[in-house]
Each structure stands twice: as C-alpha cells, then as structure tokens.
C-alpha cells in the first residue's frame, strides 16, 4: 500500500512539474525570441527559428507529466470506470501533446494541418477528462467535481472564442485559456500528491 500512495505522489509532483515547465518555457521563450508579441502570436509561434526548442522542451515535459498524473490516476482507482476512461484519455492528450511539440513548424499553414488536428485532439480529450473526473469524484468529493465541472464548461466556451476574437490578441487569449488548463492539472496534481486522502476517507 505504502509503494502504491508512493506512486500516487510522484505523479502528482511530475504532473505539477509539468506544468511549471510549459508556463516558465512559454516565458523564456517571449524574452529570448526576437520580436514575439504575447499579445497577438500564440505559444505556437516561438516554436520557431533558432530558440524553437525552448517551447518544444516545455510542451515535451508538459505531456510526459500528463502521462504521470494518468498513471497515477490509474493506480489510484481504476476500479471506477469514468477513472479508467479519464485515464486513458489523459494518457492519449499527453502522447498527442508530446507530437504536437514536433509539429509545431506547421502552424499557421492554411488548410488542415497536423498541428490543427491535434490541437482540437487534444482540446476534446482534456474536456471529456475534466467530465470523466467530475462525475467519478461527485459523491466523494463533492468541491472537486463543481471545479472539474465548471473549468469543462469554461474550457468549452473559451474554445468557441477563438472563432470570433481578433489576430490582435489571439496570443493573450490562447495564453489565458491555457492558464485554465494548467490551474486544473494543477489542481489534478495536488490531489495526486495527498493521494486523495480526503476522498478515501469519506468513501470508507
């Protein structure tokens, strides 16, 4: 038991690294690219040119903490069907970030690219995750799965802003609607290293 709440912990601290990472990255990479405008280029924009890896190893260390927290998820309860499936999807969104990092060059092209579907991928995935978690914790951790709730629905909306908010500021809005995201794996992550202590409390 004590191997296992182990385990547990350090997906949590490696998911929570992660986000660290992608955020402090995202902010080098605006000090060191000439040029780059937060307010109007995306994240996806410093992954080019000479100082192109600083982004790819924030969104790299992003997705393999994902794929930690999944794994933890996973040992934690995959006994609960909506936990498995959460799982699996968050395993798949940290995969998908990883490759997203490597095809970062095709952002902008006109037309479907590689880059587009795997952003939407990976937008549909941490949806349908926060739902998954929201209804697995509901009677056990009641706090938890109004914020997994609300931050779906708020990602949901956010996402439907890309479709009417102007080239001037996409790069801010893109940033803020990652900050929803990180502040929930954050908040997945801090779960993780208490080991939802709480919650297996209130399940006995």
């Known amino acids: 038991m004590r191997y296992k709440d182990t385990l547990i912990t350090y997906s949590g601290i490696a998911l929570i690294i992660g986000c ?13 690219v000439e040029d780059h405008n937060p307010i109007r280029q995306t994240i996806s924009q410093l992954a080019h040119g000479d100082y192109a890896y600083i982004q790819d190893i924030g969104l ?16 934690w309860r995959s006994n609960f069907v909506s936990i498995l499936w959460c799982s699996i999807c968050l395993g798949l969104l940290g995969i998908l970030t990883i490759v997203l990092s490597e095809f970062n060059q095709f952002a902008g092209v006109p037309g479907k690219t590689i ?3 795997l952003a939407i991928s990976i937008g549909i995935l941490f949806l349908i995750s ?11 951790k009641r706090q938890w799965y109004y914020v997994s709730i609300s931050t779906g629905a708020l990602f949901l909306l956010s996402c439907s802003g890309f479709l009417f908010i102007s080239e001037a500021y996409e790069g801010a809005y893109e ?4 900050l929803v995201t990180f502040l929930w794996f954050c908040g997945l992550g801090y779960h993780l290293v208490t080991n939802f202590k709480k919650v297996s409390t209130n399940n006995k």
């Open 60 to 75: 790299t260390l992003f997705g393999l903490g994902v794929i930690a927290g999944a794994i933890g998820l996973y040992i």
């Open 130 to 140: 926060t739902i998954l978690i929201g209804i697995a914790v509901k009677d056990l």
């Open 115 to 117: 880059h587009i579907v």
């Open 175 to 178: 940033r803020g609607v990652a």
């Open 20 to 32: 660290l990472s992608a955020a402090i990255t995202d902010v080098i990479g605006i000090l060191v």
